[in-house]
């Protein structure tokens, strides 16, 4: 598998039909899922490589429904509405990486849209010397009352074994 696949309306690439197929079914495969779509102008001076991708107030997070492309045209529904969308596309660069597909419009040369899957964001929970049980069942319990937060964490007896190790080898406090 290629990591770029690039598809330019009029090319005379001999692969440019087939990167418009592969990209068509990336895009298809998208039905029904969460995608974030992220636009951003492309910057005079230092073109894409200064593009700042970081959350911004307009991006948005949706389902998307019949994702298709037909000719240039990338075709598309919201979940929570019956009105299709669409864009002519000037170019299309799929990311088989990460999962991205970078379009350009072709009414807005200076813009480039990031349609992805919405990077998994952990929640990282912080406890200061926390109470600490192990109950049945290799179940660890952590909580911390201030807080009023408890975690429990089913244990295999492999990561029982691990956590004992790693107990071991940490230094005395």
Request: avoid cysteine; hydrophobic fraction near 40%; proline fraction near 6%.
């Amino acid at each position: 598998m290629q990591l770029k696949i690039v598809w330019q309306s009029g090319s005379n690439n001999p692969e440019n039909a087939d990167n418009l197929d592969n990209i068509s079914q990336w895009w298809a495969n998208l039905n029904g899922k969460e995608i974030s779509w992220v636009e951003r102008l492309i910057p005079q001076i230092g073109g894409q490589s200064e593009i700042h991708w970081q959350p911004q107030r307009f991006d948005e997070t949706f389902v998307i429904v019949t994702p298709e492309i037909r000719d240039d045209t990338l075709i598309w529904h919201k979940s929570d509405s019956p009105v299709e969308r669409n864009t002519i596309v000037e170019k299309l660069e799929l990311d088989n990486l990460q999962q991205q597909l970078y379009v350009y419009p072709q009414l807005e040369s200076e813009v480039v849209i990031r349609i992805g899957i919405p990077e998994v964001k952990y929640q990282t929970l912080e406890f200061d010397n926390p109470e600490i049980a192990l109950g049945g069942n290799n179940i660890l319990l952590l909580w911390d009352a201030d807080q009023e937060l408890e975690v429990k964490i089913a244990l295999s007896n492999e990561n029982i074994v691990k956590l004992k190790e790693l107990l071991a080898d940490s230094p005395p406090q």
